[in-house]
């Protein structure tokens, strides 16, 4: 028995001028198939708004449905833009890639779709480097730092990739490479570590919410969390170890889901405790809405306000980031490895310990380089 014979159809969506002829070709509407086989109906998504593309889609299937070997045509490949982002996305989510992870892929290759379409240009085998590099182009008013730009870059090859290997491009195209421009590393001396301390009563009118800020610093501080990661803290993840007689924060990096267990001071780890915010299982979060958003709210309105107030207002640096840096380089200063350093702070790499703090891991030697020539001396 041959193949069925597979009509493609339109289903309109609302308000479509050409919603009353379901074969309509001049639409964006999404386009499905219907045929009969064994006496029994069946219909199914093109998976596409293109009707061009839904004559390639219904080819392969005529071909499986007869059991014959697909024919190899160079159309069957294409895929529009809007088409191929759908099914990487899908991809992503069967991965089980974070939901902020999938929103942030969702925004970007929307901006290149729509990048795309204003130069008429539709299909993925149209993306060549040209039209690459005019949307890379675009990114510097979208994303100020260059080390966003360098992860966008990645999202976008991700995608690029995925479509090779899709055979819906022939190759990858090469992306205009991006420097990165590393912020200072700029841990805060005793000194300002103090003022930033006091200042946080002085700026914050809420006694319970500077309570709650002073708390958040503190532990910044002492166990080297990044601020994500400090305010979607649990209780339950302050454990009380009774027989060495200290606290320890056992948690995940929320970035690279890393494992780390630091001992914290007990006065620390009871201020913490101490915090209150209407919801027994976080310390600082409510629970409700998304970590990324909590996370940019209090850098917004509570670290940079008592950041500045203290007379410590960033130079392009994340302000919060000061309190990792302090954690890291104190460390370092007293001699601990810095093997055993980005352990605690939780990089999946030492080679990322040592693009940050290098120079004060060799800032320590040269302290003791001038204890042993001091010595001669004496």
Not at 6 to 27: L, P
Request: hydrophobic residues 35%; proline residues 4%.
């Amino acid at each position: 028995m041959g193949a069925p014979v597979i009509t493609i159809f339109v289903r309109h969506s609302a308000g479509c001028k050409y919603a009353g002829d379901e074969f309509s070709r001049r639409c964006n509407c999404r386009k499905h198939f219907r045929w009969t086989k064994d006496g029994k109906q069946h219909r199914r998504q093109a998976g596409t708004r293109s009707w061009e593309e839904a004559e390639a889609v219904k080819r392969q299937l005529q071909d499986q449905l007869a059991g014959r070997t697909p024919e190899s045509r160079p159309e069957d490949n294409a895929r529009t833009i809007q088409a191929a982002i759908a099914v990487f996305l899908e991809d992503k989510t069967v991965q089980g890639v974070t939901p902020g992870v999938l929103k942030k892929y969702t925004r970007e290759l929307d901006r290149l779709q729509r990048h795309c379409e204003s130069r008429s240009i539709f299909t993925v085998q149209a993306v060549t480097r040209e039209v690459l590099t005019g949307f890379c182009a675009t990114w510097e008013s979208v994303y100020p730092s260059s080390y966003t730009r360098s992860k966008v870059r990645e999202r976008l090859r991700s995608f690029l990739r995925y479509c090779y290997e899709a055979k819906w491009l022939e190759r990858v195209p090469a992306l205009p490479k991006i420097k990165v421009d590393e912020p200072p590393t700029l841990p805060l001396t005793a000194d300002e570590y103090t003022r930033l301390l006091d200042a946080v009563y002085g700026q914050i009118a809420d006694r319970k919410q500077a309570d709650r800020v002073h708390a958040l610093f503190q532990i910044m501080r002492w166990s080297g969390l990044a601020i994500r990661d400090a305010l979607t803290l649990e209780r339950a993840e302050i454990k009380r170890d009774a027989q060495k007689r200290l606290y320890r924060i056992v948690t995940s990096r929320q970035k690279t889901k890393t494992h780390v267990s630091v001992p914290i001071p007990a006065a620390i780890a009871e201020e913490l405790l101490s915090v209150t915010n209407g919801n027994e299982r976080y310390i600082f979060w409510s629970g409700v809405g998304e970590e990324e958003s909590v996370t940019k709210n209090w850098a917004k309105y509570y670290v940079a306000p008592v950041f500045k107030a203290a007379g410590l207002a960033g130079e392009g640096h994340m302000m919060s980031h000061r309190l990792r840096d302090t954690f890291a380089v104190d460390l370092l200063q007293k001699g601990v490895p810095l093997e055993e350093v980005s352990k605690l702070l939780g990089h999946t790499s030492i080679k990322t310990t040592e693009r940050h703090y290098a120079k004060w891991v060799q800032g320590r030697q040269d302290r003791l380089d001038s204890l042993v020539v001091g010595a001669w001396d004496s």
